[in-house]
């Protein structure tokens, strides 16, 4: 199995920063693309921001030109730094890997237990 393990959720006030981290651990042969989604209350989950080994990028309109996604690939991390946060961007936050475990396998979408952001007006 693929385990990922997210963390750097919690409380800021609008305008404020954070970092999310998220590590993947297990018997991992290759991990593709790497992404966050959020889930509000009430609202389905979508795509935040994602990104491929090769380190190609792309963002959700909402986020654009305040979130920056990364990843290290030597760590199987990948990192989503959240700027200029907005109450609206209260939600929980999931880290997704396309990956292998095996050269032989498909590639099976993995997800993370979610970790909570909540912006204060």
């Known amino acids: 199995q693929v385990q990922l393990v997210e963390s750097g959720g919690g409380l800021v006030q609008a305008g404020g920063s954070l970092r999310l981290s998220c590590a993947a651990s297990?018997?991992?042969?290759?991990?593709?693309?790497m992404g966050w989604y959020r889930q509000a209350p009430g609202k389905q989950r979508e795509l935040v921001a994602a990104?491929?080994?090769?380190?190609?990028?792309n963002y959700a309109d909402s986020v654009k030109g305040r979130f920056t996604i990364s990843r290290d690939n030597a760590k199987n991390t990948v990192y989503l730094q959240m700027n200029s946060l907005k109450p609206e961007d209260t939600a929980v936050y999931y880290c997704?890997?396309?990956?292998?475990?095996?050269?032989?396998?498909?590639?099976?979408?993995?997800w993370g237990q979610g970790t909570q952001v909540t912006v204060s007006s």
């Open positions: 297990g018997s991992i042969f290759r991990i593709n693309n």
């Open positions: 997704n890997a396309l990956a292998r475990r095996w050269w032989y396998e498909n590639d099976y979408d993995y």
């Open positions: 990104i491929t080994s090769g380190g190609s990028a």
